[in-house]
C-alpha cells in the first residue's frame, strides 16, 4: 500500500519560493501509469488541484497556476517536488500530496502539511 | 471558483439518507469519470467513490454513486454520526487539462 509523506517549510516570506516534497514508501515512483499530484486546501476553504506529474514526466498545471507552478520527480530518492514562486498570503494553505493509481481519482494522500505565507 | 457546483450543506437524521449533487459540463463531467472525496474534520480527504459508481476495498456499500449526462450524485444511506464531513466531487476537465473539485458540502447528522 502506497504512503505518502508531505515535508517542507511552515512558514515562507511573500514573494518568495515555496518548496515542498512528497516522500513515497510502499511503492516505486517510477511506476508505469501512474499519476503524481499536488492538491491544496486554503483554512476553511474547498480543495484546488495545483499540478500533477506523469510517470513519464509529462505535467499538468491548474491554468490559474501555471505561470508559478513546477514540479518534478526524483526517483533516486522516490520523491516528488512541488515549487510555487512569488507566493502571497493567497497562498496560506494546507497542501496534500496525491497519486492516481487507476484512472481519474486521486486514490492515495498524504496527511498534509501547513504552509503559512507571511512576512 | 470551482467549475463543479455542489450544495452547500445537507442534513438528515441518523439512519437516513442523503443525496449530494454535483453539476458540470460537457467539458468534465459530460465526458469523464467522477470521483468522490470523503475529508472528516481536520483530516486529509478520502477516496470514497471512482469512475462513477465503485467503491475502493473498506468502504461500505452505504456509499454510491451515480452519473447522469452532466451531473453526478453521492448517496449516502443509514446515516451515521461518523459520516459528518465534508464531500467533494472531483473530475478530469478535458478542454483544459486540468482536474477539478467540486465546491464542497458539509453533511450534518441531526
Known amino acids: 500500500q502506497l504512503q505518502l509523506q508531505e515535508s517542507g517549510p511552515g512558514l515562507v516570506k511573500p514573494s518568495e519560493t515555496l518548496s515542498l516534497t512528497c516522500t513515497v514508501s510502499?511503492?516505486?515512483?517510477?511506476?508505469?501509469?501512474?499519476?503524481w499530484g499536488w492538491i491544496r486546501q486554503p483554512p476553511g476553504k474547498g480543495l484546488e488541484w495545483i499540478g500533477s506529474?506523469?510517470?513519464?514526466?509529462?505535467?499538468y498545471f491548474n491554468p490559474s497556476l501555471k505561470s508559478r507552478v513546477s514540479i518534478s520527480v526524483d526517483t533516486s530518492k522516490n520523491q516528488f517536488s512541488l515549487k510555487l514562486s512569488s507566493v502571497t498570503a493567497a497562498d496560506t494553505a494546507v497542501y496534500y500530496c496525491a497519486v492516481m493509481t487507476g484512472s481519474t481519482e486521486f486514490d492515495y494522500w498524504g496527511q498534509g502539511t501547513l504552509v503559512t505565507v507571511s512576512s | 471558483q470551482s467549475v463543479l457546483t455542489q450544495p452547500p450543506s445537507v442534513s438528515a437524521a441518523p439512519g437516513q439518507k442523503v443525496t449530494i449533487s454535483c453539476s458540470g459540463s460537457?467539458?468534465?463531467?459530460?465526458?469523464?469519470?467522477v470521483s468522490w472525496y470523503q475529508q472528516l474534520p481536520g483530516t486529509a480527504p478520502k477516496l470514497l467513490i471512482y469512475e462513477n459508481n465503485k467503491r475502493p476495498s473498506g468502504i461500505p456499500d452505504r456509499f454510491s454513486g451515480s452519473k447522469s449526462g452532466t451531473s453526478a450524485t453521492l448517496g449516502i444511506t443509514g446515516l451515521q454520526t461518523g459520516d459528518e464531513a465534508e464531500y467533494y466531487c472531483g473530475t478530469w476537465y478535458s478542454s483544459l487539462s486540468a482536474y477539478v473539485f467540486g465546491t464542497g458540502t458539509k453533511v450534518t447528522v441531526l
Open positions: 506529474i506523469y510517470y513519464s514526466g509529462s505535467t
Open positions: 460537457s467539458s468534465n463531467i459530460g465526458n469523464n469519470y
Open positions: 510502499g511503492g516505486s515512483i517510477s511506476r508505469s501509469s501512474y499519476y
